[in-house]
């Protein structure tokens, strides 16, 4: 449930209805607004009415969330959330590209690639040192030692690093390194998982399910801010239908559909989506088009080397002539591209 409080209720108004709920056994989660506070209570109604909280000093109603998801959603808090990854913000109006190779191959790719994508106005670097392959006998990422080639690279040119953490056990030492910690999409109701990076106190990028609803993937979201951390960043990134065309199918209508039901920022990866270079150009436009607040896109020096996902990975030169006419998209529906 929602307790609202007055406009004017005093702190010690609040810091009182707060007491009470924990003293009940729920968990409360204060939003100050300018107007008002509102704080967010999931907990037993049972052994704490609304009937009883509605006549504690300075409160003025008690609303109930009606969604699964509690915390994510826009019921508890109307104001999109910033997403901070160093200077960078996720979620208000600039659209954040982040883009580098899918793995880690070596210092002299990643770098090469860093340096590229910052020329074009990528504002983080991805790039995967755990990879979570389809098949064991796949290359699986440098592991620690693509970290600190990572962390080198953010070094060198100042880029913030993205990168997966694919196992629990894990998520600790990729938070050494990491400025965001990406779950990748068949990890996405791994709720230890989710549990872990969300008291890791970093940044998360959550992608979606290969075959997840978004009522689905906003439920693995509050896995996440439910350990107190709502610097969620949200991924689409195709989901599986009939069609074997694509690799996957980018579902675009997710992302209103998200900014619609929850606070978090949304972003695009036209890459895992589509599985085709060609594609990635037009489908990052029409993220861009539909509000994405920012893309996530796989650009290799020389994808015709690249240990994973070549065929999918933009050259740098295509990245950049893309960046540009993302442009134009951005200002069409009132969002900028800084370089
Ligand atoms: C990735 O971004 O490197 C990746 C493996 O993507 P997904 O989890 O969406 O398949
Ligand atoms: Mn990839």
């Excluded at 808090?77 to 160093?86: A, C, D, L």
């Excluded at 549990?195 to 890791?200: K, T």
């Excluded at 607040?293 to 650009?299: F, P, S």
Aim: proline share 6%; hydrophobic share 40%.
């Amino acid at each position: 449930m929602i307790v609202v409080m007055r406009p004017g209720a005093t702190q010690e108004q609040i810091d009182a209805v707060e007491a009470r709920l924990i003293e009940f056994g729920f968990k409360t989660h204060p939003i100050y607004g300018e107007e008002k506070t509102v704080i967010g209570a999931i907990g037993d109604k049972k052994v704490l009415s609304s009937e009883s909280l509605i006549t504690l000093p300075g409160v003025e109603k008690i609303v109930p969330i009606m969604k699964p998801y509690k915390l994510v959603g826009r019921e508890l808090k109307q104001s999109k959330t910033i997403v901070r990854v160093g200077q960078v913000e996720i979620g208000g109006d600039e659209v954040v590209v982040m883009a580098g190779p899918c793995a880690v191959e070596s210092e002299e790719q990643l770098l090469t690639a860093a340096l590229q994508v910052k020329s074009a106005g990528a504002k983080i670097l991805r790039g995967g040192a755990f990879k979570p392959r389809t098949s064991p006998y796949a290359f699986q990422g440098l592991e620690e030692e693509g970290l600190k080639m990572l962390a080198k690279a953010r070094e060198a040119t100042g880029l913030p690093i993205v990168t997966e953490a694919v196992d629990p056990r894990d998520v600790e030492l990729v938070a050494e390194y990491a400025d965001v910690i990406q779950i990748g999409a068949r990890n996405m109701q791994n709720f230890r998982l989710l549990q872990e990076a969300g008291m890791a106190g970093k940044p998360i990028l959550l992608k979606r399910g290969l075959s997840s609803t978004v009522e689905e993937w906003l439920m693995a979201a509050e896995y996440i801010i439910d350990k107190g951390n709502d610097q969620i960043i949200l991924c689409e990134r195709g989901i599986r239908t009939y069609e074997t065309g694509t690799r996957n199918t980018l579902d675009l209508s997710a992302v209103p559909l998200v900014q619609e039901n929850s606070h978090l920022p949304v972003i695009v990866d036209p890459s895992h989506s589509t599985g085709s270079w060609k594609l990635v150009a037009p489908m990052s436009r029409a993220a861009v088009a539909a509000g994405a607040d920012g893309l996530l896109i796989e650009v290799h020096p020389d994808p015709s080397r690249a240990l994973c996902d070549g065929p999918q990975s933009l050259t740098p030169d295509n990245f950049a002539g893309l960046m540009q006419s993302l442009r134009s998209v951005a200002a069409a529906v009132g969002k900028k591209i800084s370089h």
